[in-house]
């Protein structure tokens, strides 16, 4: 399993001008590469599964076309858990909501590791990122006073929003109220609780701004791989 998952985020990134999913795009696929296309099949079919197992057992889970599946996703909780287009799941992910009104938004052509993720309000993760093994929570769970055992201590919530194109690396740390700009990446351990902006690597604990990302060559394209 982890193989298959690993070839599908490292699979090569030449120009395919076909529409995905498209019939061009399957001729295409199967004739350059039809170990890949086997694979991208079994993702599509655990997909399908995914979503029915989840629907069937009531939980409020939608997903746009092409949702590939390679390793275990469990999603809980009365809220909503929303994905895009081109969502790919490659290592076990678990996703909680805590209340009806919670909300997981995750954008086109995700591709999500082994998240562990908590929603009490809203959590968003903009299109094209990349989240690794991470926790991300908008709620703290618990009150940090020292009276924590009396229900009437306040416990904070506050939404996260992960911008377009961000790379979350290994054992980072996403805590209520962040906000982390587009292009931005997030260094391995970081813990985030605070607003990052645009093309910048985010290192540390507490995370703060370590440098900006690297330019982009002009001439390469930006499109993440199929």
């Known amino acids: 399993m ?22 061009a795009w399957i001729v295409r696929r199967a004739l350059t590469n039809p170990g890949h296309l086997l694979m991208i099949a079994r993702g599509l079919l ?20 092409h949702f590939r599946v390679y390793a275990r996703l469990k999603i809980q909780g009365p809220g909503e858990v929303r994905f895009g287009d081109h969502v790919r799941v490659i290592d076990a992910a678990r996703f909680w909501t805590h209340g009806p009104d919670a909300q997981v938004i995750v954008g086109d052509h995700v591709v999500i590791g082994a998240v562990d993720l908590g929603c009490a309000q809203k959590i ?15 709620t703290d769970f ?21 911008g377009d194109n961000v790379w979350v690396a290994g054992s980072v740390g ?11 990446v997030v ?20 995370a703060k701004v370590a440098a900006p990302i690297p330019p982009t060559p002009p001439t390469r394209a930006s499109a993440p791989p199929l």
């Open 2 to 23: 982890a193989e298959a998952s690993t070839d599908d985020l490292t699979a090569p990134t030449e120009t395919i001008t076909a529409t995905p999913g498209s019939l």
């Open 46 to 65: 655990r997909g399908y599964w995914c979503r029915a197992y989840h629907r069937a057992r009531g939980v409020r889970f939608s997903t746009g076309r």
């Open 124 to 138: 968003t993760v903009g299109r094209d990122s990349i989240l690794a093994r991470c926790t991300i929570m908008d």
């Open 142 to 162: 618990h009150s940090t006073r020292a009276d924590r055992w009396d229900p009437r201590a306040p416990v904070r919530v506050a939404p996260v929003e992960i």
């Open 174 to 184: 996403i805590l209520p109220g962040t906000k982390i700009g587009t292009n931005s």
């Open 187 to 206: 260094s391995f351990g970081a813990v985030c609780m605070r607003e990052y902006p645009e093309n910048v690597i985010i290192m540390g604990n507490p």
